[in-house]
């Protein structure tokens, strides 16, 4: 297995550090995302055994639902944006 340079380390954990996985995670993810785009065929778990983290879901919904409210049409304006009837 290859040693990672500091830079790589340090990138890997400010990467974990805001997304709340843990630095292993960030970099098997970015090589998985690299695999795809290569063409490699990788083998996923079963969605069974994936599991969610509860805790961050609940941290992310919170994040969100506290930012101002940007758009200020109606509901029935933004549905009728989105079909093409405005």
Do not use: C, N
Not at 45 to 52: H, K, M, Q
Not at 60 to 78: F, G, M, N, Q
């Amino acid at each position: 297995m290859t040693t990672l340079s500091p830079e790589i380390e340090r990138l890997a954990r400010l990467v974990a550090a805001q997304t709340g996985k843990t630095a292993e995670e960030v970099i098997r993810e970015a090589i998985e995302a690299q695999a795809r785009i290569a063409g490699v065929e990788i083998d996923e778990p079963p969605a069974a055994s994936r599991t969610v983290d509860l805790a961050r879901v609940r941290e992310i919904t919170r994040s969100v639902a506290s930012r101002p409210l940007r758009d200020t049409r109606t509901p029935k304006e933004i549905l009728d944006k989105a079909w093409g009837q405005a």
